[in-house]
């Protein structure tokens, strides 16, 4: 898809920085074309969103590119701060704040022969001699969706997992385990479930606003026992949503359910009889 900035309504942060960036960008032989993904794919961008700009470059060109990353980033405007991806698994994302005004952009490298191979379509800005469209015409973008069998096959380890540490008085690692919970299970299978892209707990207020107020009940506060109650909470959302999106291939661990809830239940009992 082919987009003109000049018939975008855009917060006036993006259009400004997108403008500059595309003139500076064009310059460098060594790319190929830019694109955009994101809220800006969807049409939901707003003054909160960030930008995701895919820069394209040429194959023999790449590990130059990749080496110059930071002072091409530099160069399309007030960069405060950058660093690359690792810690998402994405050595080719360098996520940037630029500023005044701010904004977040993730500027991802990708050599050319490698843009058919995407989770998203995004929106080519530009390109030199539709070299950018040809590539991404020779593949479709696929977003990996969770594995049920997956999931299913290590959840009421987690659950027992996190029950002990709450049993132990382990409240932090237990707030932090319930966050993994909602963001690689709950959340991905209620965006599935409504048919949206399963992307961690992104955006589930709007795509799923029923599915994210049952999701309330997964939160704690710091108290043993509202811990216990929330994973409870959550291991009850995941077997409504397993059961609502399962197929007939799906092996279900009944004997490590029924465990993990008995070890869970116990454990909220003998919280509730402190309380008396």
């Not at 900035?5 to 830019?34: M, T, Y």
């Not at 997956?150 to 709450?166: L, P």
Request: hydrophobic share 45%.
């Amino acid at each position: 898809m082919r987009s003109d900035l000049n018939n975008l309504e855009l917060p006036e942060p993006h259009a400004d920085f997108l403008k500059r960036a595309l003139s500076d960008l064009k310059d460098d032989p060594r790319i190929v074309g830019v694109a955009v993904g994101g809220s800006f794919v969807t049409q939901t961008i707003d003054e909160y969103s960030d930008l995701d700009l895919v820069i394209v470059v040429e194959p023999q060109a790449y590990d130059s590119v990749m080496n110059e990353r930071l002072r091409i980033a530099d160069q399309l405007g007030p960069l405060l701060a950058g660093f690359t991806g690792e810690h998402v698994g994405e050595r080719r994302l360098l996520i940037c704040l630029y500023g005044p005004p701010l904004l977040h952009v993730d500027l991802k490298f990708i050599s050319l022969d490698a843009a058919s191979d995407r989770v998203e379509d995004p929106v080519v800005l530009w390109e030199r001699d539709e070299r950018l469209t040809m590539a991404l015409s020779e593949g479709a973008a696929r977003f990996p969706l969770p594995d049920l069998q997956w999931i299913e096959d290590r959840f009421w380890v987690w659950i027992h997992y996190g029950a002990a540490k709450i049993g132990r008085g382990e409240l932090f690692e237990a707030h932090d385990f319930l966050a993994f919970l909602r963001a690689q299970v709950l959340g991905p299978l209620a965006l599935m479930d409504r048919g949206e892209r399963p992307s961690g707990v992104r955006k589930i207020e709007f795509a799923a606003p029923d599915l994210a107020a049952e999701m309330q009940s997964t939160l704690a506060s710091y108290d043993a026992l509202s811990c216990a109650r929330a994973l409870d909470s959550a291991a009850t959302m995941y077997r409504k949503l397993r059961n609502k999106l399962a197929t007939g291939s799906l092996s279900i661990r009944e004997e490590a359910e029924r465990a993990a809830m008995c070890y869970l239940n116990n454990t909220i009992i003998l919280f509730e009889l402190t309380r008396r």
